[in-house]
């Protein structure tokens, strides 16, 4: 019965093949979440496949319909040793993106899994039932290492988070005594780097708005026209480049934070972002100007365009198109608050003499609002001493991530410190066709897991 014991096990599940057999199910049940017709793959993976697992190793568990009537149903599954013990929260959420069938190499499909080489391909394998699954198998090799955990654990899944996840925040407040606990830690996202473990402390957020240009109904022939009507495409260009420069810096200034605080900093210097092997090679000269690509990312707001239409793109005519149409994002950090967001670039575009562009907020399903912890505070240090004792490897400790999870539900709402283990890295395809994991990452994910649960059962915990 001891520490090494309980990883042991938890890596013998990942070689003798028993690890595999769960995923092969759970990866065979379709949850794609955006397909019209997914409600009962939703329900299904919760009520027969999640809850017969989690109640043979000692969780009560009960499924509850989305409160919105909008989305995915969620369960509560709930292991309680002792009342008088502290209580982990863990998440997860077993809903995918589309499979995306006729996309995928030749030989592989979304709803199986295919081996090769180090890859372990399948929709759903790393976003996000691979990653669950892992830290749930993890979970029961110490139970079974030790006899007992030490400690309560519940578990939070839902079926929408690739929808927005709509209806989590009303659903954390009505049973918030369900889910009272003293931390969160659980998995999601990619590593910075595949070979160093990372411990990620929050999210940043992100606003949709739409700009949009329009003078008048329908296209007028650009040869009896052109030159005395204006043109919405070529406005709306320039308004655009009014907030961002050529070179990717933010010019409305109230659009990004003050400074990056001196902690943040501190910890993205031991931060690395690197596309790999199989992401894009990146633009250093492009963003902030001074900062490093960690703090770009993770320290920073960004403006995005990501779609423009003026006129008939695929079909061009020649006539003055009538109007031009934009949609932006703003990914941003704690530093600063969304709602200051639109008059701000109303005020601006007013100030530069655009006041023709009209500016919209874009409701996507829940807004998750940006959060993040102290790299310095007693959680993340905490966990972080574990991973290094497991692996020998300083984790990298990220503030926040770049991108989003519905992580203000339970940094905010429910008020608990949160650390995430990604098991996965940035070229695994999440999202896209072809999506899979590494078997070292995982395999190693799950023995980092091992000791951290282990670690929880020994030692009081940060109050």
Request: one cysteine or more; proline letters at 8%; charged letters at 20%.
């Amino acid at each position: 019965m001891s520490r090494d014991a309980a990883i042991a096990a938890a890596r013998a599940m990942f070689d003798d093949g028993s690890f595999l057999a769960i995923l092969e199910r759970r990866i065979a049940c379709p949850t794609a979440s955006q397909e019209p017709g997914a409600g009962p793959h939703l329900l299904r993976y919760l009520e027969q496949e999640m809850a017969p697992d989690l109640e043979r190793i000692g969780f009560t568990c009960t499924v509850h319909p989305n409160p919105t009537g909008k989305g995915g149903p969620f369960m509560i599954a709930r292991r309680v040793e002792d009342p008088a013990l502290p209580t982990l929260l863990t998440y997860g959420h077993g809903d995918t993106v589309q499979g995306l069938d006729k996309e995928w190499h030749e030989g592989l499909a979304p709803w199986t899994i295919t081996r090769r080489g180090d890859r372990l391909y399948g929709r759903g394998i790393v976003d996000n039932k691979g990653q669950h699954s892992a830290n749930l198998a993890a979970l029961e090799a110490v139970l079974k290492t030790r006899g007992r955990l030490g400690f309560n654990v519940t578990l939070l899944l839902e079926m929408s988070e690739e929808v927005g996840s709509p209806g989590i925040d009303e659903f954390a407040r009505a049973h918030r005594d369900e889910l009272k606990a003293d931390v969160l830690i659980a998995s999601d996202g990619p590593r910075l780097v595949p070979d160093v473990p990372a411990l990620v402390l929050g999210t940043r957020g992100a606003l949709a708005l739409d700009l949009r240009v329009k003078y008048r109904e329908g296209g007028h022939h650009s040869g009896n026209w052109g030159g005395l009507l204006a043109n919405p495409g070529v406005r709306l260009a320039h308004a655009i480049a009014s907030i961002i420069d050529r070179d990717g810096k933010v010019l409305v200034r109230d659009l990004v934070p003050e400074r990056i605080p001196n902690s943040v900093r501190a910890a993205l210097a031991h931060c690395h972002v690197d596309g790999g092997e199989d992401g894009p090679a990146i633009n250093h000269w492009w963003g902030e100007p001074g900062l490093t690509a960690a703090e770009k990312v993770f320290g920073w707001n960004t403006f995005e365009v990501l779609a423009f239409e003026c006129g008939h793109p695929k079909a061009p005519v020649n006539a003055v198109p009538p109007e031009a149409f934009a949609r932006c994002q703003i990914r941003y950090t704690v530093d600063r608050h969304p709602s200051t967001f639109i008059p701000a670039i109303r005020k601006h575009l007013t100030e530069a003499g655009f006041d023709d562009v009209q500016v919209d907020a874009v409701k996507q399903g829940a807004e998750w609002a940006a959060t993040r912890m102290d790299p310095d505070g007693p959680w993340p240090q905490l966990v972080a001493a574990s991973v290094q004792r497991t692996t020998g490897k300083v984790p990298m400790i990220v503030p926040n991530a770049g991108g989003s999870l519905p992580n203000d539900t339970f940094a905010v709402t429910l008020g608990l410190p949160t650390v995430y283990l990604p098991h996965s890295y940035t070229g695994c395809s999440q999202h896209a066709p072809n999506e899979h994991a590494l078997r070292p990452l995982m395999r190693e994910g799950m023995e980092i897991m091992a000791g951290v649960f282990w670690d929880l059962g020994e030692q009081a915990w940060p109050r």
